[in-house]
């Protein structure tokens, strides 16, 4: 077997070899969400909803009593955060995501961790030097409640020969 420093990319992804199916990946980031992140990616996306925007409205008309961070917001740093670690510089194409869920809310405030577990993979039947690995990637806040998690699928690089 090959020393873990050569299944990663110059850029630090991992090749396609490198993922072992089973196997959960603790990611090193961590993020404290705010204010200002909601705000900006609301509006970014052109998202009214008051849930994410309107502090009184949550105060009053809400059983969470706060704004809710926005759930797509949640999703892109979930990935974000798995990017980092494990498919940088060695990702063909992101094939997509399922099962998204979103079993308890992100608070302004809360700082979320991630893992990934690794559900299957397996080469390429259309394009040498490729494979196809499947990702379940679950986000938590400081008090490991699950916040969201996903289901990816991510077309990788082989190490190169």
Known sequence: MQPMTAMRSPRGGMYFEAFEVGKVYPHTLRRTVTQMDNMLFSNMTLNPQPLHIDREFCEKETDWG???????????????????????????????????????????????????????????????????????????????????????????LMQPK
């Open 66 to 156: 706060q704004p809710l961070m926005n759930s797509l917001f949640t999703l892109g740093l979930m990935v974000g955060i798995q990017v980092s670690d494990m498919t940088v510089g060695t990702t063909i194409a992101n094939l997509g995501m399922t099962d998204v869920k979103f079993p308890h809310p992100l608070f302004e405030g809360d700082t979320i961790h991630c893992t990934s577990e690794v559900l299957s993979k397996r080469e390429s039947k259309s394009r040498p030097g490729a494979g196809i690995v499947d990702l379940h990637i679950r986000a938590y806040n400081q008090d490991n409640k699950l916040v969201a998690e996903c289901k990816r699928q991510a077309f990788m």
